[in-house]
């Protein structure tokens, strides 16, 4: 912890490495945010250019996260094992080689290898990135840089858009190439700064390496009262060495448990990806004819979730967690009425006018909803339920059900649209986002305001924030 006064925190400048953290956070958010929407943009002409069916170009686009969820699962091992930096330069390189070997892919299954791995780069650095930042800045801007992160992948994703909208009057054998191989330049930028940053000093007490994470913390922490801050790391590590997956699945974390998987599996099957991966496609079937506008219009509902995201920063604190949540779903329910208004009136010249405007205000408000509600809180939840020995554990399940809902939507949305059209697929979007709003509502405590170890004790009581009073069983009887 600093041992300034708060009035001189804010006069201490911040240690280069603390910079040059933040920096890479933000850059591998951007490559992220990028492969997450420019695969849209290339599946337009891949899809013809590989001679590929609706179902190959789903299976494709489906491959990335079956890698995400193998990466996820694998990469807490690997970040404990090989360390927190050497995890960050197995993620750049992985991004620079698998996104030249999706642009070098001669067929379709040479494509699906490459998005797997890639995918499962990606399931690291989402494990890896968080904690590589938490445990590598000063703690006065460590939230900062998360949320910097969080809103560097939508930059990525306008970015992809955008890259995709220039490159759709290329040759159609090439520009898909160029979309996903772009992807791989500022991970070969990035590389060799990561190559300077240290190791954390958490990683080295984890190792029981005190000397090394003495001299980790004086260089990214040097105004950090440095031993007492790392008892308070050794202490932290012998308190989660008693973590086991088998406590969360009984009381008093079984209700926790399930909170956290059923939240996760509710971010992604309330159709948000949906709209990112596919959503030049869903444009088409508006009737959209030109790729370029296609994709631009993209741009333009992702300019708007950039907007909510930074509104949900800055509100998070004063409306409280339950408010932003439920409101930003309750914003998904009505986006996925209008876009079933959309699709419903699609055939109907009379409605043209303005139904592609409804379609593109739909679009937008599916992720303004999302940005503002599951995007800005939901890792929050993740890390308040649970104690710290089972933090990690909790941050894994939640994870796990999103990648596999994410995979269930990227797999037969594209066939959905195609055999029951978009009426139906967003009526079932929004389905799942009232069952999402009520599960909330139902199950979510309000946690502004208090403290870690008060959450625990919510879990612990049943969802209750007052403990029950031994005998008060037996006096109701």
């Not at 907007?307 to 949900?312: D, P």
């Not at 409280?320 to 055939?347: C, D, K, N, Y």
């Amino acid at each position: 912890m600093a041992t300034s006064t708060p009035a001189d925190t804010t006069a201490t400048p911040l240690p280069r490495t603390a910079v040059m953290v933040a920096i890479t956070a933000a850059t591998l958010g951007i490559i992220y945010g990028y492969d997450q929407s420019n695969i849209g943009g290339a599946q337009l002409y891949f899809q013809q250019d590989l001679g590929m069916s609706t179902a190959a170009v789903e299976t494709v686009t489906a491959a990335i996260v079956i890698g995400e969820i193998i990466g996820a699962l694998s990469g807490g091992w690997v970040a404990n094992t090989i360390g927190r930096k050497k995890s960050m330069i197995l993620v750049a390189a992985g991004y620079i080689v698998f996104c030249l070997l999706s642009a070098a892919a001669w067929s379709p299954e040479s494509l699906w290898i490459a998005r797997v791995l890639l995918g499962y780069t990606i399931g690291v650095s989402l494990v890896a990135v968080p904690v590589f930042v938490a445990e590598s800045v000063p703690a006065r801007i460590r939230g900062a840089t998360l949320v910097m992160y969080q809103v560097s992948t939508v930059i990525g994703i306008i970015i992809g858009f955008l890259v995709a909208a220039l490159l759709a009057d290329v040759n159609n054998q090439y520009n898909w190439r160029l979309m996903l191989g772009i992807a791989a330049v500022p991970a070969v930028i990035l590389l060799p700064f990561l190559l300077r940053l240290p190791e954390t000093a958490r990683w080295f007490m984890l190792k029981g390496r005190r000397d090394e994470a003495q001299a980790s913390l004086r260089i990214t922490d040097p105004d950090a009262d440095i031993e007492a801050e790392l008892d308070e790391m050794a202490a932290g590590i012998n308190e989660e060495a008693g973590g086991a997956i088998a406590e969360m699945l009984r009381r008093p974390y079984l209700r926790a448990t399930f909170f956290v998987i059923g939240l996760g599996f509710f971010i992604q099957i309330t159709g948000i990806n949906a709209t990112v991966t596919y959503g030049p496609k869903i444009f088409g079937a508006m009737g959209i004819e030109s790729d370029q506008q296609k994709l631009l219009l993209n741009v333009g509902t992702q300019l708007i979730a950039l907007v909510a995201v930074l509104i949900s920063m800055r509100t998070v604190d004063r409306w409280g967690r339950r408010p932003i949540l439920l409101t930003g779903i309750a914003i998904m329910i009505f986006a996925q009425v209008l876009m079933i208004i959309t699709f419903a009136t699609v055939e109907n010249d009379v409605y043209a006018s303005w139904q592609k405007v409804l379609g593109f205000v739909g679009i937008a408000l599916i992720n303004v909803g999302f940005v503002f509600g599951f995007g800005a809180l939901v890792w929050v939840y993740s890390s308040e339920a649970f104690p710290s020995r089972l933090r990690a554990y909790g941050s894994s399940a939640m994870l796990t059900a999103d990648l596999v809902a994410n995979w269930i939507i990227a797999s037969f949305f594209l066939t959905a649209m195609e055999r029951v059209g978009g009426a139906a697929s967003f009526g079932f979007f929004a389905v799942m986002a009232v069952l999402a709003w009520v599960f909330v509502f139902k199950l979510a405590p309000e946690t502004k305001g208090r403290e870690l170890e008060e959450i625990r004790h919510y879990w612990e009581n049943g969802g209750s924030w007052t403990a029950p009073q031994v005998g008060a069983g037996k006096e109701s009887a």
